[in-house]
């Protein structure tokens, strides 16, 4: 498919061809008349120098043209409406992940030091606890009446946090992985939960209701998330983030020798020019990678998938394989033309009128 923009050019110098034969029509008419009137004087031969002057001034801006038409744009704003089975991001600036609770059948979390609950409990020689030092953490209400529920709530996760969410192999479940932030998300529970501490603590209770508050034992947590009844869950609409990522890497052993693999994590989508006005329709397994990116991010989860939107500027955008992938970054000539082409298309016109015109003249002299 021809691009846009060479159609445009191609008009654009259709219709100059059109002007200048006319003005060549003109032209001789007007030297039958010079001719038909010897009294006529020519004007002297200009110094051969400004000849030249001329003709490199207006032979400038041919490598520019030259330059716009095979080179990429360095950059350019895209907006990406996918589905994927992994996404991974670097928050842009301090925000609440959630912007209300987020309802779940069950939540699991690891990495953790320490379990602030929100009732005494007491350990084997019947002494009470008040924090759980545990590693991990599951609480369920998959089992107890409808009226209970796990709500995670409100995460504010600090900038340069590296958040990773992926889909299981069961509808409705996700993990979701926080580094680079020493973060303590609470866990709001009502009604009857089963609370799971490894090697700790296992029991049912009724919450009327309570709250945990999770300790990391490190800059790094991981929370497992079932959603209620296959509802869907939102996080904040337009999250600042960049540096994000459609991959998972996947590690095999190839003898002896532990391997790692990036597989893609699209699903379908498509991606979205709009300077350009174009889109490119992704299928499953289509392979998309960023130099880099930055811009504003919405995510659902949902059943089996996590639906996202992009919106912002990325860089290096590129697809296949990361040995051997190819660019789809727009031309600089397209972005040019399609963000200045009240300004270009006039300026074009001039230039080529006036490169005739002096084409003209320097062969009168030359």
Known sequence: MVPSWI?????????????????????RRRRQGHLDHPWVRTRPKPARWKLWTVATALALPVPVVVFLAITRATSTDVSLVLSLSGVSFELSKEVPLLSEPLRLAELGASGLEGIETPMEWVDAAGNPIGVLEASALFLSAAQAPSTSAVYLDDVVLPIET????Q????????????TQARVEPSVSVDGTIEVVAPAVLEATREFEPGK?????????????????????????????????????????????????????????????FPHLDRR????????????GSNGEIDLTLSGREIELRFDGAVSGLRTGTPELSRSIMPRRGEVWLARYALVTVPVGVLYLIALYATVRWWRGWA
């Open 7 to 27: 159609l445009q050019v191609a008009t654009i110098v259709g219709g100059i061809a059109a002007v200048i034969a006319l003005w060549e029509r003109f032209r």
């Open 280 to 291: 490119l329709r992704l299928e499953d397994g289509d392979e998309l990678w960023f130099a």
């Open 212 to 272: 945990f508050r999770l300790i990391p034992s490190t800059d790094w947590i991981t929370l497992d998330l079932v959603l209620l009844n296959d509802s869907a869950g939102s996080f904040s609409p337009n999250l600042q983030a960049g540096d994000l990522e459609l991959y998972r890497v996947d590690r095999y052993r190839q003898g002896t020798a532990p391997k790692d693999r990036m597989v893609s994590t699209v699903l379908s989508g498509e991606i979205y």
């Open 162 to 165: 590296a958040v990773t969410i």
């Open 167 to 178: 889909t299981t192999d069961y509808p409705g479940e996700f993990r979701a992985s926080f």
